[in-house]
Nanobody, 115 residues
Framework: QVRLVESGGGLVQPGGSLRLSCAAS????????MGWYRRAPGKQRELVAD???????NYADFVKGRFTISRDNAENTVFLQMNSLKPEDTAVYYC?????????WGQGTQVTVSS
């Protein structure tokens, strides 16, 4: 059974940093890409960043220069280092694992940026 476990969310002041992790287990097919999405209150879910199995990264414009996505292929884990956080980054962050069969989603982790 596929399981995605996210961690690292929480409350942080503006300008602060957080590091999200998503560990996937039970995946027996090829992983094409791993990524992070977010849903802010009253808004639709949107892509934050993703990274392919080859290491190619893609970032939403609103996080470029502030967030860094990375992955550990051996552990099927994807990370999101978030620096210079802003109140508008407040959202539930979800990891997504795209395989050659189907996509899998994590349960979400809350990130709140507030003073």
């Amino acid at each position: 059974q596929v399981r995605l476990v996210e961690s690292g969310g929480g409350l942080v002041q503006p300008g602060g940093s957080l590091r999200l992790s998503c560990a996937a287990s039970g995946i027996t097919v090829s992983i094409i890409a791993m990524g992070w999405y977010r849903r802010a209150p009253g808004k639709q879910r949107e892509l934050v960043a993703d990274i392919t199995s080859g290491g190619h990264t893609n970032y939403a414009d609103f996080v470029k220069g502030r967030f860094t996505i990375s992955r550990d292929n051996a552990e099927n884990t994807v990370f999101l280092q978030m620096n210079s956080l802003k109140p508008e980054d407040t959202a539930v962050y979800y990891c997504k694992i795209a395989t050659n069969k189907e996509d899998y989603w994590g349960q979400g982790t809350q990130v709140t940026v507030s003073s």
